[in-house]
């Protein structure tokens, strides 16, 4: 393991939810834990969420998704595992090498939405703030002292 904590976030296509969730931790916690991203099945990073996380400042236009699998094969460890999924993905998501916690954060999916772009970017940043939310839960009793 490293020296910080490694955390990894889970969802289906890796395109929207866990996304977020990964930038928001790297960039809440402050060099106190890393944070890294992947789905069961890689998609296409959602524009609108990219679009979504450049109103709060951050860039994840060149951002690649990735899947669980390759972490499984390169035997990579993450001390926590937060599937933000809905329920039945989140059964689906394997169990990781000397994790310390396994947790499920079910959020909506920004890529499943129907409606025209502005109902969709604005359904959107209200998931990118509970997302946001939830990280700076997580981080305030995990790592506290951070930000």
Same mark, same amino acid.
Not at 102 to 107: A, C, D, N, T
């Given at each position: 393991m490293s020296d910080v904590p490694r955390i990894l976030f889970v969802c289906v296509h890796n395109s929207a939810r866990s996304q977020m969730?990964?930038?928001? #931790? @790297? +960039? #809440?916690?402050?060099?106190?834990a890393r944070a890294e991203s992947a789905g069961l099945e !890689?998609? &296409? #990073? @959602? !524009?609108?969420?990219v679009e979504a996380l450049a109103e709060d %400042?951050?860039?994840?236009? %060149?951002?690649? &998704? +990735?899947?669980?699998?390759?972490?499984?094969? +390169? %035997? $990579? +460890?993450?001390?926590?595992?937060?599937?933000? *999924?809905?329920?039945?993905?989140? $059964?689906? *998501?394997?169990? /990781?090498p000397a994790e310390k916690e396994?947790?499920?954060? !079910? /959020?909506a999916d920004p890529s499943a939405l129907a409606g025209d772009r502005e109902a969709n970017l604005a359904r959107t940043r209200e998931i990118r703030d509970e997302i946001r939310s939830a990280v700076e839960r997580f981080v305030a009793e995990r790592f506290p002292g951070t930000r």
């Open positions: 969730a990964e930038a928001y #931790l @790297n +960039r #809440l916690a402050a060099g106190k !890689p998609g &296409t #990073l @959602n !524009p609108i969420v %400042g951050i860039d994840i236009a %060149g951002k690649a &998704t +990735r899947s669980v699998q390759s972490l499984i094969e +390169r %035997g $990579e +460890r993450f001390d926590y595992v937060i599937a933000v *999924c809905d329920k039945e993905a989140a $059964e689906r *998501c394997p169990i /990781f396994r947790l499920h954060w !079910p /959020f």
